[in-house]
């Protein structure tokens, strides 16, 4: 009898490739490439709910909007969106998954602290569901009260520099000659005036010694 020849192996292609693989280069690019071409079918992502927080309103699209505005558009180009709990030490994180039927998926995990009640649980999760597949997708909702916080809190800009320059030389002051009789020193000499008749009159001394005895 004939020995066997073993059976070829089975071709692993890129849809076949062990769980604990991330998807090829080639499976992200496909994937891509159908997110690209679902964003312009999106449909309005205006903000349709809004939350005070410490007194501040706050305006934002929440999951029922926003998956009803994109998931339509994705599941036209193949696009799934999952998502899912998992607990790490000290609470647990959201993870939020979009895959493509071709094996690219890509993946957003947004971490919550520990939660006591069930409620404040579902409601970091809902929150974590909303923020990851914005991330995922690159869109995000606008807002304009955040957007006058952000303006508001944003350091001042710097004052511009100005370029040094020595000190300028003290200019000596002014000269205001007094009034004499409408005599103006800046403009004509001082006139000539006689002395009184009274005056002593200067003589220069005498020259003969017996003047003085």
Known sequence: MPASTPAPAPDRG???L??????????LAILDAAIATAIPAFGSLAPNASADIKGRKHSYLNLPGLLEAVRPALLAQQVIITNSIGLVPGGFVVATTLRHSGGGWRLSQFPVLSLTSNSAIGSAATSGFRVNLQLLLGICASD??????????????????????????????????????????????????????????????????????
């Open 144 to 213: 304009e009260e955040a957007a006058h916080e952000v303006a508001a809190q944003a350091p001042a800009a710097a004052p511009t520099p100005m370029p040094w320059q020595p000190p300028a030389a003290a200019a000596p002051p002014a000269y205001a000659a007094p009034p004499q009789q409408g005599y103006d020193m800046t403009t004509a000499a001082p006139p000539q005036q006689a002395p009184p008749a009274n005056a002593l009159q200067w003589q220069p001394a005498p020259t003969d010694p017996s003047a003085y005895v």
């Open 14 to 16: 890129a849809d076949q």
């Open 18 to 27: 062990p769980p604990n693989c991330g998807p090829t280069t080639q499976q």
